[in-house]
């Protein structure tokens, strides 16, 4: 009876089961009886045979001596009930079990970790703040949960690296490297006294006006830094007046540059009055921002009090007429700048007009005026040339990209007769043709000032070249010419390659795009041939020239023992491997006779 009572804690179905498993369907294994199984699997592991030879074992025991005669009588005995084994032979097999139990449930847990997905964290869990920095050198890499460790490891050595840097050069550039505002605080502590970094570059880091803050208090201590380059920052108005606070009274950065860093009107104001307090900056950079009429007016405002700024950067603004209307009031009581930049802010014939009166009546010198891509026509044009007469400061002038045409062309050079300051001259891109050339051309013969003319995407022909060509081949002082996108064909080659053959002052030639194929190439060679003194560079992209006006111009080079090119660009044109290797052996014959460099582009 013991031993029935106790094989009662697993029900006989289980038993049964073992003794009979093909009778059982899979519905078994639903019931309870499915946790019986689990506990008495492990006496029936070698088999049917196996539980059938305990089973007689324990008979045995019970009964005394096995007799021959009755042991078919017990075998079926054995069959029709439930076997009664002893408790201690019970023992010895349920304690295997439990240890399989045990086993198996720690293996399921196991496995449940490893390939069950992971339960999504509350609300609350997900809000808990992070501890530490996250580090982020390259875009996103703090994002990737499985290497968050690493790159905080790898980001950190880095920053460290970035640190040394600081300490150990005079100019440091780390654009580009995404550290953010984090590491921005990181690297800041490395300013603070730091006596060695005079130029920093931090553009295009992903630092907003979080991490502007970071130079509170550090750019007030340390005197030595003098260039600070935040470009590329989403910093804002925000991080524009929080940087303002901090250089109102700094006596050590003298460049600042902001360009494209989404500055407002707001921005610009608090510029303008930080520039009222400051007297150390030299040069402000503002590009390709936001910043419209009201913002231009701060900064106006700031110019009547400022006596230090000699360099201001507004390209790619809002201004409008309205904006530099404004500034010319404040340019009107200023006479520290001396460079002003307000390329493609739209403020066409009336804001030059109004801008070129201020300029008119201060007392400054300025030597840089760029209004180019500003929708100035010939209107425009004739304000500035009245300018440019009076004007004895001004040696840079950028007209570049707008609509004067011939006629406004002719009043530029009607100025520049009586001017004999200006050294560079833009003019690209202002629809001008042979007229309007010819003119600039006759000023040429008496004027020996200019020696930088840019005169590129003007359609002068092959009628504008000949004017110019026969005026350069012996006068003038122009030693940068830029004929890009002029429509010059073979013929205006031709012109020029005469010329050359002249002209003892041209160091530079840009001749790109004008459709001067083979033959142009030709007639080039040919002058290549000539010893020159002065010609360095010559620049022929974009014009359809083939491996026929490659071998004659590498051969010119060959035949030419004392060349003094340095700079051959035949990119973006017809040239195959016969062409480019031509050009290439040239090259090498001009190192074995001269020792010089040529630099060979195709």
Known sequence: MDSLSTLSLCSHTTVNF??????IGLKSLNSSSSYCLLYISPICIGGRRKCLRMIRAASSSTSGPRRSTNSRRVYKESQAQTPAIPVDQIASLVVPAGAFVVVSFVLW???EKVLLPKQAKTTSEESKPTQGLKWSIAAGTNLLPGFGAKVEREAKLRLND???ELRSFSIVDMSGRNFGDEGLFFLAESLAYNQTAEEVNFAANGITAVGVKSFDGILQSNIALKTLNLSGNDIGDEGAKCLCDI????????????????????????IGEMLKKNSTLR?????????????FSGLAGSLLENKTLQSLHLNGNYGGALGAAALAKGLEGNKALRELYLQGNSIGDEGVRALISGLSLRKGKLVLLD?????????GAFHVAEFVKKSKSLLWLNLYMNDIKDEGAEMIAEALKENRSITNIDLGGNDIHAKGISAIAEVLKDNSVITSLELGYNPIGPEGAMALAEVLKFHGNVKDLMLGWCQLGAKGAEYF????KYNGTISTVDLRANGLRDEGAICLARSLKVVNESLTTLNLGFNEIRDEGAFAIAQALKANEDVRLTSLNLASNFLTKLGQTALTDARDHVFEMTEKELAVMF
């Open 18 to 23: 073992e003794f009979n498993r093909r009778k």
């Open 283 to 295: 040069v402000l950079e503002l590009n390709n921002n936001l910043i419209d009429y009201s913002g």
């Open 247 to 270: 250089l109102a009274n700094n006596s050590g950065i003298q460049k600042l540059q902001l360009n494209s860093t989404g500055l407002g009107d707001e921005g610009a104001k608090a």
């Open 497 to 500: 390659a005469d010329m050359l």
């Open 109 to 111: 847990k196991l496995v």
């Open 371 to 379: 209004i180019a891509n500003n929708s100035v026509t010939a209107r």
């Open 162 to 164: 970035f640190a040394k």
